[in-house]
């Protein structure tokens, strides 16, 4: 596959999965709201964008490989977001934004919480070698 149609895949996949939990949440809000019409709407099109969209494009970018694959992979995703989110929350502090460095912090702990979880599974299995990662 091309590289560009390769990126552009991942590009889509990272969009349709920002927009699934962000109309979820969405959703969530026009529930409390008592807006079912609209809750229903942001629903459905978190629904199709996680269920549809995001899988085919995982399909044809060839994203999904074997089970240890999939796991060094997410192990790699793991490792590189902790790292990026304690940065991120560094950053926020010495700007003076201690509620997003909060959240940061929160978010790189679960982060490294889930990558010791993935190191263990590999381990278990006995699958080791290089990390596979998407971009």
Not at 12 to 37: G, P, Q, T
Not at 73 to 95: C, I, K, N, P, V
Not at 116 to 124: D, G, K, N, T
Request: some cysteine; aromatic content about 6%; proline content about 2%.
């Amino acid at each position: 596959m091309n590289p560009r149609t390769r990126q552009n895949l991942i590009t889509a996949m990272n969009c349709d999965a920002l927009d699934a939990a962000k109309y979820s949440r969405f959703a969530v809000r026009a529930r409390i709201d008592e807006n079912w019409h609209l809750a229903r709407v942001f629903q459905d099109s978190a629904d199709i964008d996680r269920a549809d969209h995001f899988p085919s494009e995982a399909e044809v970018a060839g994203v999904i490989s074997t089970s240890p694959d999939n796991l060094r992979s997410a192990a790699g995703t793991e490792r590189t977001e902790a790292a990026m989110l304690r940065d991120f929350a560094e950053q926020a502090t010495a700007d003076g934004d201690l509620e997003a460095a909060s959240v940061f912090r929160k978010v790189s702990r679960d982060k490294a919480e889930r990558l010791a979880r993935f190191e263990a599974v590999l381990e278990e299995l006995g699958v080791h070698g290089d990390v596979r990662t998407l971009t």
